[in-house]
């Protein structure tokens, strides 16, 4: 069946000389790997082509799918949104590479996530055009919405006398946790804080210096392992760690 779909690139394979593999988080499907061909050949034609397969892109797409594969097929592709700054601005493109990279190892069933995926449009639409305070604060607010999505949310009942965050439970506790899995006083503040932002907008109102926005950083992925399956650690951060600072 043929259908008309919008889907975030998240990751792309060489495959033989002209082909690629390419893994695109999509509106209808969620997870889903379509084999590309011919837009690798030496031809400009080609060249271009390949282009549109770069991690982060969004795309439109009319796809052929089918439920008992693994691997489908597109028919068409065009740009849906057409970055101003992404792909061109290394601070930028180190956060919206980030993002793909965490959403990525989220994912692991080919479902539908639509809420998800508009989340997801519309966060990278926000980075593509904010000022440097709000990109330098965005892996941190991505990360903490994004886990809502998993169901691993960190409850934001932080107070004065709760200024514990156990990363094991999500919650922000008045006692020192058992384990090492916690951070307190200001680094629990300062999630707490992000955590109430709605408006990516909102992030230029939130002051944290370079060593402290790599710290939480740091945070975030522990917080992510403890909850994913699996997780590992991110490639991307110590590219992002340099960038921002």
Partial sequence: MVNKTRGIVLRTVKYGETSLVVTI???????????????????????????FFQPVSLLDLVAYHNELKNLQRLKEYKWNFLYRHIFSDVKKHSVALFMIELLTRCLKQ????????????????????????????????????LAVFFGFRITDNYTLSRNFLDLEEGVFVSEQPLHSNYVADSEAASV???LKIMQPSE???????????????????????????????????PVLREVLG
Avoid: W
């Fill in 25 to 51: 988080f999509t509106e209808l499907f969620g997870l889903q790997s379509y084999m590309v061909n011919g837009v690798r050949s030496s031809s400009k034609r080609g060249s271009n082509k390949a282009a």
């Fill in 110 to 145: 080919p479902e539908p996530h639509p809420e998800l995926f508009y989340f997801t449009e519309d966060a990278l639409a926000h980075l593509d055009d904010a000022e440097d305070t709000v990109t330098a604060n965005f892996p941190l607010f991505f990360a903490v919405h």
């Fill in 192 to 194: 707490s804080h992000i």
């Fill in 203 to 237: 992030l230029k109102d939130v002051v944290l210096k370079q060593e402290q926005r790599r710290r939480l950083i740091q945070v975030i992925e522990k917080y992510y392992a403890l909850h994913i399956q699996d997780f590992g650690n991110l490639k991307t951060l």
